[in-house]
């Protein structure tokens, strides 16, 4: 471990170097230290390095390692630092690539496999699920490195964050029925994967709802937070497997999600900028532990490869390709035009098909189909060549092609409105940068003509900026107001935050007060003025079960007055529990109205 952690750390900065994504250069290195220590292990002509190379071939664990160990940190880490929000408007895409297209790509593949070679349809559907789950650290890294969209990032991290728990759960059900049962009863395993899924889903939001609420007590001491952290998927991960018989991956995740969910708001910003930190760099260890761990082992796992599984290679990446594009451009336009998400543009789409890249949990699945005694040899050699060869070629092909890919889909460049945001910006910070320079070399007597040398170059790229399109001749009237709507929304979340960090507030109120604010940003993003309007006026304005509970309590006060010596009394609270119906009326007509004018205001000047 120690070792590879070294070469971890070593990879990692020459793929900066080199331009290449840091996942296929670690598996490039993983699968040539397998090979040259399985070649020094079992070649006859030295066995000096034969005490160094046997860890490195017979390495001193199992697939259930990979799978116990370092899989909920993976899992964990990643939904964690995704902000269940930001993914939320474009759920119904992110479920649609996360399971609908893994049964997709199952069913493909299989069907593909059993007709081309006469493989077993349970196998071949065994092979597809394994070959399913999408690994996005590679394709992210590119993503943000030349600046493609953020919500191109977050469908393709959705996707992979729950595609990998739906793979594993049919993955757990294929290998049931190929080892606990002399027929395929496909219908029973439909009921076990909803069964699994769905309880994993519940199980795990409970667990992330306790974490929430045992945060307050542990007295603000980051240690302690994440400690509690990283208990909490091994916990819900070992319960549903050994306890509750529902999927552990699955609940992982909903713990992530519901953790990151509630944190986000329970701790204080320094305290969650602090645990997010610590879960980057244990997500980065298990990430990189696991990746390599698994490429050395790719030299075993295609010990009994031969000519014609190249064949076979060629037939489930062609079916894995084609189920993606039938997902892609055929599901996500009807999930639009039933308004259930924005468009999904082609270019978004090309390059979520090509970005598929398969990695560690693909390795780790295969490795345990060849562990288990009570598969077939045959089956379990072909599934471990079949699937390993997979990972090879969408590491080789599509993620040293990716770059260029997304280079001529044009995704790498600003919309017009954006590269008009982006050079404003700059000219105004270069003009600080200018001011202060001056101001520096009149406190400090610098010569004129050294002073002068210095701001040209920032003056001449002043210029360069000016030359560009305005700002104001880039965007419409109606963008405008969506800019200034949200900033206006940004700086409320801004406030509330600074209270929160100065804990003059209680939790509960900040978490009250950010979830109306981020419904306002929200509903502004989407839709501009008109959402702003609405979420405002729906957080703001009396709610229907109000006029009906105040009416009740009139009457109770007067049924008391009744009771009471003072009937003046009695009076008095009938005519104004008579008045209620009339003064939330009016309330519902002139309050939103009083409401959206100050808005609206602030938003024009």
Known sequence: MAGFLVLASVVQPTAERLHLPYTVLLAIVGVAIGAVSSFLLYTPLTNVFDDIVRPVVDLPFN???????????????????????????????????????VFAAAVAIGFSLSFAAGIPLTVALLVGAIVATTDPSAVVAIFRELGAPARLTRLLEGESLLNDAAAIVLFSVLVAMLTESGQTDFAAGAVHFAEAFLGGIVLGAAGGRIFGTVLPFLGGSRLAEVTLSVALPY???????????????????????????????????????????????????????????????VPKLLTGVHLEDSWLLLVAVAAALASRAVVLFGLLPLLSALHLSQKVSGAYKLAIAWGGLRGAVTLALALAVTENSRIDPDVRNGVAVLATGFVLFT????????????????????????????????????????????????QYAIPPDVARSATEPVDRRIDELSAQPDLEQAISDRDRIRIGLVALANRERRIILDHHAQRTVSSAAIERLLRNTNLILDAARAEGRVGYNRAARALLEFQRGFCSLARSACRRVARRGHRCPQRGNNTRARRFASAIPGICRGARAAFPAAVRLPYVTVTIS
């Not at 929000?85 to 609908?100: K, Q, S």
């Not at 645990?275 to 990189?288: C, L």
């Open 235 to 297: 916990i819900v991960y070992l319960l549903a497997e050994q306890l509750f018989d529902v999927s552990g991956v699955v609940a992982v995740v909903s713990a992530g999600l519901t953790a990151g969910a509630i944190g986000r708001v329970r701790l204080a910003p320094d305290n969650w900028r602090y645990v997010e930190r610590v879960w980057e760099q244990t997500g980065f260890w298990a990430s990189s532990l696991i990746f390599v761990s698994a490429s050395t082992l």
């Open 395 to 442: 590491l080789l092909v599509n993620g040293l092609t990716l770059r260029p890919v997304i280079r001529l889909l044009k995704l790498d460049r600003l919309s017009p409105l954006n590269q008009a945001l982006r050079n404003k910006v700059l000219a105004l910070s270069l003009a600080d940068v200018r001011d202060a320079l001056s101001e520096t070399a009149s």
């Open 63 to 101: 697939a259930s390692i990979f799978l116990v160990v370092f899989l909920p940190l993976l899992l964990f880490h990643a939904a964690l630092t995704i902000d269940l929000r930001e993914i939320a408007p474009d759920w119904a895409p992110i479920l649609t690539l996360a399971i609908v297209a």
